[in-house]
């Protein structure tokens, strides 16, 4: 059983359970594992529609948003590739990614229309791009309204890539790593296990989402095991603290500068 398996069977048994509960200062937005399998099918009905086929690159440059997540999953799910970026990345940076990545599609957010948009004419693989109000799930939720959920079957083959995470570039260009379904299976089973992770747990996440630890180890980890993840969009010593306390958080996850900053805070 695949991730994306143990996924939609957590979002068949949870189904009433918040999968997600993302924290802004406007509020809370929770999604129900109903819900996001619900809005995740939706938007590869959409994806479907714009032309996206198996091994496709799908280029995520998008602040940590629900967005993000519905998109990445519905890539995945459709065979194709997601490629999530830093949304710090200058263009010229950009560029490269999306050029070496060749990449099919891109998605942004709406405040770096200006910035990306002279890049695209140079981009010969790129078929489209989508600028997105990641203000809020309603936005997503409205932008993708007219697609009926798809049906497309669950994917098979556990060699085929699925991921595409560049390396930092510290001995050279940064390159793309490829991970497949399997790696992302046996990687998540072994945390699993390891790490005890249980179905009541409750994450705080506070990592980016464009690298692997916050994308696969964190929020991967959770949806696999059917718990919840509360999401802050940026990590802020005194927030953390506070929700660790308000929602009973049973697992955080971290690198040591933010251990320090809590510790100090």
Known sequence: MTFLDKLAQNCRHYADKPALEFVTEHGVTAVSYRQLEQTVSQTM??????????????????????PFVYLHL???????????????????ELHYFLQDAAASLLFADNTARNAITP????LPALQGC???DTSNDANFQAFIAAFPPAQAPMP????????MIYTSGTTGRPKGAELTHGNLT???DALHEAWGWRADDILLHVLPVFHVHGLIVALHGALNAGA?????????AEKTLQTLQDRRCTVLMGVPTIHRRL???
């Open 45 to 66: 009905a959409f994806l479907q529609a714009n032309g996206v086929q198996r091994g496709d690159r799908i280029a995520l440059q998008l602040p940590k948003c629900l």
């Open 186 to 188: 046996a990687n998540l």
């Open 228 to 236: 919840t993840a509360v999401l802050h969009p940026t990590f802020d």
């Open 156 to 163: 098979q083959d556990s060699s085929a890539t699925c991921l």
């Open 119 to 122: 890049l695209l004419a140079d």
């Open 263 to 265: 510790v100090g805070a």
């Open 130 to 132: 989508f600028f997105l």
């Open 74 to 92: 519905a890539i995945m799910r459709l065979e194709a590739i997601s490629l999530p970026l830093n949304p710090g990345y200058p263009p010229h």
